[in-house]
């Protein structure tokens, strides 16, 4: 992880966000394990924007979810096992948002 683009003290306010939520994930609900430990993320992409409005404790795979959403991430990136599953979901979130817009016409 490239550290140079947050703040100095960001390892911890991102333990101490989690501790204080509770480590649950922001989208899912899952509790953070020593194996699989969730994330802080920044809501707005800005890892300088350390307020707490702007954090969200999510586990990896929403984290990776939310990062190709906004176009943080690219797919290419991605390992390939870990591809399938991710796209499964994303497609699924985009296609039902197609339909909804679709509807509405
Ligand atoms: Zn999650």
Redesign the pocket.
């Known amino acids: 992880m490239d550290y140079t683009k947050y703040n100095k003290n960001w390892r911890e306010i991102s333990r101490e966000f989690r501790r204080k939520m509770g480590d649950k994930?922001?989208?899912?609900?899952?509790i953070g394990t020593r194996k699989k430990p969730?994330v802080t993320d920044h809501e707005d992409g800005n890892k300088r924007n350390d307020s707490e409005s702007n954090l969200r404790v999510?586990?990896p795979?929403?984290?990776l979810i939310k990062g190709i959403k906004s176009g943080e991430i690219s797919p290419a990136q991605l390992p390939f096992k870990k591809k399938a599953d991710i796209w499964r979901r994303i497609k699924c979130s985009l296609h039902l948002t197609e339909t909804r817009t679709h509807m509405e016409q």
């Open positions: 994930c922001f989208d899912c609900g899952r969730n999510r586990c795979r929403c984290h």
